[in-house]
């Protein structure tokens, strides 16, 4: 039997209006109140996704009848729950969820306390498998046909810091961070392969720097730009296009995957 290599025009058509087609789709975001999780919000609003918002601090930022806003510590397992069972009474389904929220600790890494490395690992790793857990039994409980899951890491997850470009003053990335985003990384192939059979697809993007100029110094991020084969930080902007992708229908048999998003940086 023949079969075309090429496109017919009809599938053109289809993917062209379906690649990023996100009407109604329940979008659960957390940490949506930072800097990403502000931009993929008001991204997913725009596109006419029904968005949760998830985060501990700073209340509804976002005004829009599109954007419900749920005040919730992901450090604790009974908290996840809650909010999960609450989307899922209302919209009986969360077609996409995307772990966003994470916490960082800066500096020496002897001055390091048990607390720090708690919160951090309950922030950054625990809650996603509170999350998945909670959503894995709901996804079963609500007869869901198929879901997906964006996990943030970083590039730190796999790469070291370049400590010459922080001087005194500067954020300097912490090991603790680092091994968290490793784990985030570890958990989305791990979780593809086991949820691949509920037709739950997890991935993960590893971002670059992004550009705050809030925290970060002009020195640093001069410093940090001259690593950079495309020479800049990244915009948060600059993580939509995989975003979507991932978190659209259209990726179906792309699962358990992590884009790198830092302009070259971690090819040299
Ligand atoms: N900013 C960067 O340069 C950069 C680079 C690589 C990866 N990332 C990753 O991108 C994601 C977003 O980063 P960002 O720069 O927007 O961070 P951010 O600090 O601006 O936002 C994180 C949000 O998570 C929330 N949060 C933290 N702990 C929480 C908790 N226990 N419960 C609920 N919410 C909590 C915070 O309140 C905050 O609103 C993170 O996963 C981060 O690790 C960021």
């Known amino acids: ?12 058509m289809n993917i062209l209006n379906n690649l990023f087609n996100f009407r109604n789709k329940v979008i659960l975001i957390t940490g949506c109140n930072g800097q990403v999780g502000t931009y993929l919000s008001n991204l997913y609003v725009s596109i006419g996704s029904k968005v949760y918002g998830l985060d501990f601090i700073g209340g509804e930022k ?12 992901i450090r604790k397992e009974k908290n996840v729950k809650k909010a999960l069972q609450k989307i899922f009474k209302i919209e ?4 996409v969820i995307i772990n966003n929220a994470a916490s960082a600790v800066f500096g020496n890494y002897k001055k390091r306390t048990d607390k720090d490395i708690e919160n951090i690992f309950k922030t950054n790793l625990s809650s996603i498998i509170y999350i998945i857990k909670n959503y894995s039994i709901l ?3 609500f007869k869901m046909k198929k879901g997906n899951i964006l996990n943030i890491g970083s590039i730190y997850g796999f790469l070291s810091p370049d400590f010459n470009i922080y001087l005194k003053g500067d954020r300097i990335s912490s090991e603790i961070y680092g091994a968290s985003k490793a784990s985030v990384i570890q958990l989305t ?3 593809a392969v086991l949820l691949a059979k509920k037709k739950i697809n997890v991935n993960c993007i590893s971002p670059g720097g992004i550009i705050n100029k809030k925290l970060q110094s002009k020195r640093f991020i001069s410093k940090y730009k001259k690593r950079v084969p495309k020479s800049r930080m990244a915009n948060a902007t600059d993580l939509s296009t995989a975003t979507l992708y991932l978190t659209s229908d259209k990726s179906d048999y792309t699962t358990g995957q992590n884009i790198i998003i830092d302009g070259g940086l971690s090819i040299k």
């Not at 039997?1 to 053109?12: A, H, T």
């Not at 009986?92 to 077609?95: G, H, R």
């Open 189 to 191: 192939k791990y979780f």
């Open 1 to 12: 039997m023949y079969f075309s290599i090429y496109c017919s025009k009809i599938e053109r």
């Open 62 to 73: 976002i005004n829009s009848k599109n954007f419900h806003y749920i005040s919730c510590d």
């Open 92 to 95: 009986k389904k969360i077609d």
């Open 139 to 141: 996804f079963e409980k």
